[in-house]
């Protein structure tokens, strides 16, 4: 066992707003500068939707993440030869226009216009050319139902539903959308990290935050291709690649990332967990409908004495250990097993997962949610978003597991519904609680945290040891890196 520990997040998309304020908060920090205009290391999109970059999720248009061959994972880009031959060719890139052109207004147009009859405008311009632009496009172009007819219809995740099941998600009456905010997931089997041919890229040994060595990159871009969910960006004006560092000075000093702090949905949870390294080659190969238990049990039990045991052995500080007990994302993602990581065929083990949206799936009539309840417990077939399209979106196909967290999230709402408007039978409550297992006490845990959540509850940050990272990066590099799992030894200050 190879014990290490991971900061980990889970985003609840029931509560996503899609204010874009995780978005502000995250470009005034860290890419509101030259060279990174068109760059949101954090952005929200709708779904269904074509997303920022458009159509990220089309492998077959950008190459990123992992493909199981034979029994072997390999990098959808190429093994290390074809990269290094194509090195100064890669077109499997995303383009500006993939993105977005970046725009400002010109603003002084409104107080240096001459005299005239007509109130003057502001015109948009091009924040790379300054020369005046029509807005075509943007990072959040798709959001809500402005772009539907253009955008959702085109989204790679209604390929699993049949033709009258696209029609029907259409329909005027049903139409339906809900927000996925989208950062780096600080991935277990980086795509980015492998792909970089000058080892620019790694991960962070005491907590497991991905990063990229500005003096080590030498722009090949490979890892833009590399990440399939494209939150590498290359940054026009350094000749450098970025990326989300999860604000990791501010997790040293105990504070939430930028993102999750200002989010006013208040969605975003994040913590420390402990992984077993030996674990993810063989979990990384897993047929695709047994990716998501494959990753769930790839994250080891803190009150586990033989983890812990071997948690201290590997460095692993006790305030960690500490910590992973009391994360939220441990009782999200294993205990409650409601929480997904987002397309995890991609197979690179992401660490940031998904409480899939509960009220898109209902909502798509009025009535008792109680009546509506008994629909779902029946026949989620019937559900306004098909389950077929959030199993491809975040348990890469398996239903089963989306169902079930879906009828667990209901039966609490039941629950607490019974408790507080008292006008739901309690046998019938207890019955859809015990199909999914759900206990009183574990109920009462959940809606703690999902709905009334204080600053701590959300954000269980362990103390830094950096002093410590130097033993731990000896434990985690003198290791022999195994398939994709090379974790990088950190480069040297100066190189
Ligand atoms: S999402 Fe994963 S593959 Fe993409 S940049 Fe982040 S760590 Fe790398
Ligand atoms: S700040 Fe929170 S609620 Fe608003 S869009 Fe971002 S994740 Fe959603």
New binding site residues.
Partial sequence: MDVRAQIAAV?HLD?????????IACKNIWTDRKGLEYAWWNN?ETKPGTGYPTLWEDQEKYKGGWELKGNELKLRLGGKLSRLLNIFYNPYLPTIDDYYEPWTYRYEDLFNSPESDVQPTARPVSMITGEPVEIESGPNWDDDLSGTPVYARNDLNLKSLSEEERRKLFEFERVVFF?V?RICNHCLNPGCVAACPAGAIYKRAEDGIVLISQEKCRAWRMCISGCPYKKVYFNWNTGKSEKCILCYPRIETGQAPA?FH????R??YLGVVLYDADKLPEAAKKPDEELVDAQRDVILDPFDEEVVKAAKANGVHDSVIEYARKSPVYKFVKEWKIAFPLHPEFRTMPMVFYVPPLLPVMAFRTGEIYELAKDFFSTPESVRIPIKYLASLFTAGNEEHMIYALRKILALRLYKRMQKAKDVPKEEVDMMMKEVGLTPETAEEMYRLMSLPTFHDRFVIPPSHREMSVEQTENVYNRKASGGFGFRKPPERGM
Avoid: A, L
């Fill in positions: 985003f509560k996503c707003i899609g204010c874009h304020t995780c978005s929200v927000y905010p993102c200002s989010c006013v949905g969605i975003r």
